[in-house]
């Protein structure tokens, strides 16, 4: 009786959370150590290997670790990467533990600026891809308008509203909206 009026909301309101927790999942942003697990930013790590392991989307991160004596990051054009200069560079860190945000889609390219280095491979090109399909994917990096976050957001919202729609009540929903 009281019980049996008190399970279902409790299942429905467990639905959404199960719903909601797989969109802000779908969402979170990552942050991965270049070379990871078998190496970091060296010159044993085979970087084009290691990238094809992973999806890189705006909103994530990459660190570079390194000892400063014996490496350093710089960011490069993709002629930069092709032929292993770093005459015409973005930025340059030599920190040891350099973090990288992934802010927009497009191609991202890093090398290690010290003598020989890349031509050892020491290279690496970053495709940073949309989180899902939209609009958000069209045109070049530059071109990005709104923050990544932003749009994450309100997919996230959107998700949320419909699955309380769908699994509560409408006089619930009325009731007691989410926010
Ligand atoms: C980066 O480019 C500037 C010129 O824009 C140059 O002076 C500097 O040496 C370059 N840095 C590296 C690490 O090559
Ligand atoms: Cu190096």
Known sequence: MVMTGALVP???MAAVLVVVA???EAAAAA???VGAPDGLWDMQTDYAQWVKTKTF?????????????LHDVVEVTEAG????????????FRIGNDVVALAAVGTRYFLCGLTGHCDNGMK???????SAPGP??????????????ANR???ASAGIAAAAALLLPPAAVVARPLW
């Not at 690496?124 to 891809?129: A, K, S, T």
């Open 10 to 12: 409790v299942a429905a």
């Open 22 to 24: 797989a969109v802000m």
């Open 31 to 33: 942050t991965y150590a």
């Open 57 to 69: 989307h705006p909103g994530d991160k990459i660190t570079f670790t390194y000892s400063p004596e």
């Open 81 to 92: 990467y092709c032929t292993c200069s770093s005459a015409n560079n973005f930025s340059a």
């Open 124 to 130: 690496i090109r970053v495709d940073v891809v949309a």
């Open 136 to 149: 958000a994917a069209a045109g070049p990096a530059s071109s990005a308008a709104a923050p990544p976050s």
């Open 153 to 155: 957001w309100a997919a």
